[in-house]
């Protein structure tokens, strides 16, 4: 049997999100080229890793919400390290996935509302 030191595993555990945050980075680039150009890929990777911590501290579990979180991130960098989002999202009496679709709920809200009134 192999065995490591956990050094070792945090190294690995590590490397595995580098290359996770990388992959989804690259994922949403495809669609998004023109941040491709500017800020550039390695900004958008710290971006979502940032993000990707982020999430992590506040005890999201569920892949597509980090992912969510991730994309968010990329076109609006630390909107959750904002105090008050980070507030939100751990509040007592939801998990942090059931905060985060209540907030893609209300923003799909408004830029339907703000897509009516440009109309």
Same mark, same amino acid.
Do not use: C, H, W
């Given at each position: 049997?192999?065995k490591?030191?956990?050094?070792?595993?945090?190294?690995?555990?590590?490397?595995?999100?580098?290359?996770?945050?990388?992959?989804?980075?690259?994922?949403?680039?495809?669609?998004?080229?023109?941040?491709?150009?500017? @800020? /550039?890929?390695? #900004?958008?990777?710290?971006?979502?890793?940032?993000?990707?911590?982020? %999430?992590? *501290?506040?005890?999201?579990?569920?892949?597509?919400?980090?992912?969510?979180?991730?994309?968010?991130?990329?076109?609006y @960098? /630390?909107?959750? #390290?904002?105090?008050?989002?980070?507030?939100?999202?751990?509040?007592? %009496?939801? *998990?942090?996935?059931?905060?985060?679709?209540?907030?893609?709920?209300?923003?799909?809200?408004?830029?339907?509302?703000?897509?009516?009134?440009? #109309?």
């Open positions: 049997m192999l490591i030191t956990e050094e070792q595993f945090q190294k690995l555990q590590a490397r595995d999100a580098d290359n996770f945050v990388a992959a989804v980075a690259d994922e949403f680039l495809v669609d998004r080229p023109d941040l491709q150009a500017q @800020p /550039g890929r390695s #900004e958008i990777i710290a971006r979502m890793r940032a993000a990707y911590d982020n %999430g992590l *501290t506040l005890s999201f579990t569920e892949t597509p919400s980090l992912i969510y979180m991730m994309y968010m991130s990329a076109d @960098p /630390g909107i959750f #390290e904002q105090p008050g989002t980070q507030q939100y999202l751990s509040k007592p %009496g939801a *998990t942090p996935e059931q905060r985060l679709n209540d907030m893609k709920d209300v923003l799909r809200y408004f830029a339907r509302t703000s897509q009516q009134e440009e #109309e």
